[in-house]
């Protein structure tokens, strides 16, 4: 099983930059491939980005490609999500997952069986 705790949120002006960090407890964060989605008031819950277990491998949403990077540390089981050039829309809550034993990653919700609590992104205009 693996416990999922986010943190890095926060409220930044439209332009700057965040990092959220996803630590991760359980042996089997390194045979898991990571994701972090997000959303907003009134809005289903997307897929950002994917991280396969290496790290070799990632996948992003078509609204943040360029602007927010994914990457793990499988020795400190964590992964993160450098987000830069943030716009008001990418205001949202934003959750890790974890698809254990994925092989790669994937951006339906249903393929992720473990879930962070979230963590509250607001970017001002």
């Known amino acids: 099983q693996v416990q999922l705790v986010e943190s890095g949120g926060g409220l930044v002006q439209a332009g700057g930059s965040l990092r959220l960090s996803c630590a991760a407890s359980g042996r089997t964060f390194s045979t898991s491939v990571m994701g972090w989605f997000r959303q907003a008031p009134g809005k289903e819950r997307e897929f950002v980005a994917g991280?396969?277990?290496?790290?070799?491998?990632?996948l992003y949403g078509d609204s943040v490609k360029g602007r927010f990077t994914i990457s793990r540390d499988n020795a400190k089981y964590t992964v993160y999500l450098q987000m830069n050039t943030l716009k008001p829309e990418d205001t949202a809550v934003y959750y890790c997952?974890?698809?254990?034993?994925?092989?790669?990653?994937?951006?339906?919700?249903?393929?992720?069986?473990?879930w962070g609590q979230g963590t509250q992104v607001t970017v001002s205009s």
């Open positions: 991280v396969t277990r290496s790290g070799s491998g990632t």
């Open positions: 997952a974890a698809d254990e034993y994925g092989i790669r990653v994937r951006d339906r919700m249903s393929a992720y069986e473990y």
